[in-house]
């Protein structure tokens, strides 16, 4: 199953720096382990905001509920998830 995921990260002032900054080395090194597995095959920058849109492919509702509850950042993060499929009109094979 394809989801388009929309993450805003608002990290508040009240979180150390040095905390801040292991959260989002923990974060970098699960979404590359999710990429490396093909369960995060798409992940793009929002230009000039900390946020990103990305495309997960994984087998259920639940399975996306529980890697983004396990992402080191989702406590300060705004998430929308979008279901998606195949265009009828594209000419790429699923």
Do not use: C
Not at 13 to 27: C, F, G, H, I, Y
Not at 37 to 59: C, L, M, T
Not at 72 to 92: C, E, G, N, R
């Amino acid at each position: 199953m394809l989801f388009m995921v929309e993450m805003l990260v608002q990290i508040p002032d009240s979180v150390a720096p040095e905390t801040a900054e292991q959260l989002k080395r923990e974060e970098k090194a699960f979404s590359q382990k999710l990429q490396r597995e093909g369960k995060w095959p798409h992940i793009w920058r929002v230009v000039g905001q900390y946020a990103n849109v990305s495309i997960f492919d994984v087998a259920s509702n639940d399975e996306l509920h529980t890697l983004l509850g396990g992402l080191p950042l989702f406590p300060y993060m705004k998430i929308s998830v979008t279901p998606l499929t195949q265009h009828p009109s594209a000419i790429a094979a699923d």
